[in-house]
């Protein structure tokens, strides 16, 4: 590569499809996107939350959910069979909070990718948090030790937006800067190192 020049993307392995809350399209669509956007691999990673009080019995936290989430990637998978590498994979949030739940998923749904993340101060959603200067601490060290939890002992590939308070902060105008708690990011990404974890 030339200095300067961007490498070219030819792959992603964050993509959450109608399967995940957040999702717009179906996995079908996502492949054919993928495609025109000159993509050779991705790996699909609906969302699948766990909650202190148990996990949601309810779509699309469900194994059954899941599955069928599953079976459509492998339909797809023949579609796009020799132009698109697709993986099956999954994004669970706060594990931690439900490790035997959390377990009984990854048992009983053969993912290749599983991203690790923290979506959820216990059942307190950093999406629909109200964000203020006097708050903001008290809640980014909270985080900080979900994600160390989330390190330390659960099962996953790659953690998912370690800075993901800050995004939701800067829609309220407010600024959350990680750095400012180094103490606690720090052993966060060494426990990564230390277990293989992107």
């Not at 079908?28 to 956007?37: F, S, V």
């Not at 594990?95 to 739940?101: I, L, R, S, T, W």
């Not at 809640?139 to 160390?148: E, I, P, V």
Request: aromatic share 8%; hydrophobic share 35%.
């Amino acid at each position: 590569e030339k200095r300067g020049i961007m490498a070219k993307i030819h792959a992603d392995y964050h993509l959450h499809t109608l399967f995940s809350p957040d999702g717009k399209n179906s996995p079908e669509e996502m492949c054919r996107a993928a495609l025109e956007k000159g993509l050779t691999e991705i790996a699909v990673t609906d969302h699948y939350e766990f909650y202190q009080a148990g996990v949601f019995r309810d779509k699309p936290f469900t194994i059954e959910h899941m599955r069928a989430q599953q079976r459509e990637l492998e339909r797809c998978r023949e579609l796009f069979a020799g132009k698109l590498t697709i993986r099956r994979g999954v994004e669970i949030g706060q594990p931690q909070c439900n490790p035997e739940a959390a377990r009984e998923l990854m048992e009983a749904v053969p993912f290749d990718y599983v991203i690790g993340s923290v979506h959820k101060l216990s059942d307190l959603d950093l999406g629909l948090t109200q964000y203020t200067e006097e708050n903001i601490p008290g809640l980014a060290g909270r985080n900080l030790s979900m994600l160390y939890e989330l390190a330390d002992r659960e099962d996953f590939d790659c953690m998912g937006h370690i800075d993901i308070i800050k995004r939701y902060a800067a829609r309220q105008g407010m600024r959350v800067d990680l750095l400012d708690w180094r103490e606690q990011l720090e052993p966060i990404l060494r426990r990564l190192i230390e277990r293989g974890k992107g």
